[in-house]
């Protein structure tokens, strides 16, 4: 096992269990929507490109044919979209509405009313993190000739999916970047609707 194997396995795992764990412990602290945007988050990046990237559903190859043997081994294949949607429930997600609540002067106001600072962030975080991770963590799996499977919210597929930028000898793609262009607002949408719902049901 190469040091960059052993990375990608302890921060796959951290990123999906260390939210989940700290769910479970604190949700009776924490803003009722929490714990079902959560499992709403999980199902949108499962069923909406996570799954279809694992298996290779339409048109790609199945993520065992894109990784090295050490890294299928310890993220087996029917194990490796459940790691990752709990990643991008937990530390995407939920990380990012924490880092968007710190940087508005933890106003909870922004959880029910539509604030563009606090989308702003978000929708940074969310883009930036994904870079982070074509770039430095799945570089391997996500490179150019590796086929990605059509998603319901990678739309475009592999047939248009042009090189938006390199770093380092390392491609950013047009695919891979797509689900998190179009989910932050339907998340952030999704929390202040059912924010409110709730604040109506205890009024």
């Known amino acids: 096992m190469s040091f960059e194997e052993l990375r990608v396995i302890i ?9 989940l764990i700290y769910l479970l412990y604190s949700y009776k602290k924490l803003p009722a929507w929490v714990p079902s945007i959560y499992i709403a988050a999980f199902i ?32 087996p294949l029917h194990l490796n979209w459940f790691l990752n949607s709990l990643a991008d429930a937990g530390t995407v997600t939920l990380g990012g509405f924490w880092l968007m609540w710190r940087m508005c002067s933890k106003d909870n106001q922004i959880f029910s009313t539509w604030s563009w600072k606090a989308f702003g962030v978000f929708y940074i975080w969310c883009i930036c993190q994904n870079i982070f991770v074509e770039l430095f963590l799945y570089h391997d799996q996500l490179a150019d000739g590796k086929l990605l499977s059509w998603a319901p919210l990678a739309p475009l597929g592999s047939y248009l999916n042009p090189e938006l930028f390199s770093f380092n000898g390392r491609s950013v793609m047009l695919q891979t970047q797509i689900p998190w262009i179009i989910l932050p607002a339907v998340i952030y949408a999704a929390v202040i609707k059912y924010s409110n719902s709730q604040l109506i049901k205890s009024t």
């Open 44 to 75: 949108a990046c499962a069923l909406g490109w996570e799954v279809w990237f694992t298996y290779g559903l339409v048109d790609g190859d199945a993520v065992d044919l894109r990784r090295s043997a050490v890294l299928s081994s310890w993220i």
């Open 11 to 19: 921060v796959v795992y951290s990123s999906a269990l260390i939210p």
